[in-house]
């Protein structure tokens, strides 16, 4: 017997009930987006492996896929480096373009290579797959769709505030609790020049990324793994503990940080952020959490991280300010800001707590009952006027058993059955079936798609 085909690991299929709930979701976000202002973009598949490396930092670059170059590569390639055993530095020979890791490095790219057609500040947003060569795991994939949302050319942290309340309306929308967590690079380098430990602050803020995740002892063990010295953990840790509300965090932090202008600054722009969000309270919870960091080498200023409140599957969402990343591509000194949303994540958080509408079964609203072909000519008439009507429907191919063509609405989810037999026809009305809840009612030709409409609103 031959083998069954499949798939890579950390790559899925997607059924028609699977795709309908997850275009619910990016129908939510794109709604939002669009009402904030920011306007659809698309980047190829494929970047230049020259515009993705040393962007997202060492781990970034390891979990990039790289794409082999066309043709007979292997015959300028030197026989030492083929039998070096150095994947890293053969694939430096063999490859010149890469899959795209997120979409903020690309979107920096496009802004570049297009700034004389674009106007600042210039909103965007972005919904496609991006590839990583990670371990797939519950909630992590190596295909996976970010939603993404950034605004370039502002430095104003009403971008922070508006992305703030995009994220709130989002996850509201999708009815999941959401923690919204809001940080500053400025304060992580300030609290690690506080320490005596300025020049280390990547590897600082790697490890207490992970403070969800492993615990404060885990973080301290990781600091001293990284050869931080024990005299700097220890002024760090009170700090990064802090607890209680953004304003009290925000005062003890400013003394802490008297002597760190880059803290000060940092202290300061999350005062403004919080002053900007207590005119308009989130539905969800938003709270200062200095053990924020999030990994990506380009963040600058504010960062900011969602977690499903009711399912620990991750970050749902994330972003935060990147002063320069334009910079790298020859464009200096053009701030920006963005988030993004996690698709598949959330798709899993919805899928756990049961959150998809039901609607959200069947992109079909009403099967019309075949019954022979002497009614066809008339039941393509009705089903003519529900698609007119701008209602979803299908007329069942085959004259089949009614128990058939009942099981086959039952099992699409077709909320309405049509009956429309030669005695119906001839009285000019037809018999609507509510698959939810068995009532029959008799309506006539004329009223049908009304009478659907008012259905699907009910």
């Excluded at 885990?218 to 002024?235: D, F, H, K, S, T």
């Amino acid at each position: 017997m031959s083998q069954k085909p499949s798939i890579p690991r950390g790559t899925r299929d997607f059924s028609p009930r699977e795709m309908l709930r997850r275009n619910y979701i990016f129908d939510v976000i794109r709604r939002n987006f669009s009402l904030f202002g920011y306007l659809p973009l698309e980047t190829p598949a494929m970047e230049n492996l020259s515009t993705l490396l040393g962007k997202y930092g060492e781990e970034g670059d390891r979990l990039l896929f790289r794409i082999l170059n066309s043709g007979n590569f292997l015959a300028d390639t030197p026989s030492s480096a083929l039998s070096s055993a150095d994947s890293a530095a053969l694939s430096q020979l063999i490859c010149e373009k890469g899959l795209r890791y997120d979409l903020t490095v690309p979107f920096a790219r496009y802004v570049v290579q297009h700034r004389d057609e674009i106007t600042f500040p210039f909103r965007r947003y972005q919904i496609q797959p991006v590839w990583r060569a990670d371990k797939p795991q519950k909630g992590r994939y190596r295909e996976f769709f970010q939603c993404d949302a950034d605004v370039i050319g502002s430095d104003s942290l009403l971008n922070e505030f508006e992305l703030v309340r995009i994220i709130d309306r989002i996850f509201s929308e999708l009815n999941i609790r959401a923690i919204i967590k809001v940080n500053n690079r400025k304060i992580l380098a300030g609290i690690a020049e506080m320490a005596g430990a300025g020049e280390r602050i990547t590897d600082i803020t790697v490890a207490i990324d992970k403070l969800d995740k492993i615990g404060q002892e885990g973080v301290r063990q990781e600091l001293v793994q990284r050869g931080i010295a024990p005299e700097v953990i220890a002024r760090l840790e009170p700090v990064i503990s802090l607890s209680g509300p953004a304003a009290s965090k925000l005062d003890e932090l400013k003394r802490v940080l008297s002597s760190s202008d880059r803290g000060r600054k940092g202290v300061s722009e999350m005062e403004e952020l919080f002053g900007y969000l207590a005119m308009e309270p989130s539905q969800s919870e938003v709270e200062l959490d200095l053990s924020l960091a999030r990994g990506l080498n380009y963040y600058t200023g504010a960062i900011i991280e969602v977690k499903a409140a009711d399912v620990a599957i991750g970050s749902i969402c994330g972003g935060g300010r990147y002063d320069d990343l334009t910079g790298i591509f020859g464009l200096p000194g053009v701030s920006g800001v963005g988030v993004s949303f996690g698709a598949d994540r959330i798709y899993d958080v919805m899928l756990q707590l049961d959150l998809f509408p039901e609607q959200t079964g069947s992109a079909t609203e009403a099967l019309v009952i075949n019954f022979g072909t002497e009614e066809v000519p008339e039941l393509i008439k009705i089903i003519s006027s529900l698609r007119e009507a701008g209602i979803a429907s299908e007329l069942y191919p085959d004259p089949a058993r009614l128990k058939k063509q009942f099981s086959y609405a039952d099992a699409r989810k077709i909320p309405m059955v049509i009956i429309a037999g030669s005695n119906e026809i001839a009285a000019r009305q037809v018999t609507v079936k509510n698959m939810k809840t068995g009532e029959q009612t008799t309506v006539s030709l004329s009223a049908l798609p009304s009478y659907l409409k008012e259905g699907r609103n009910s």
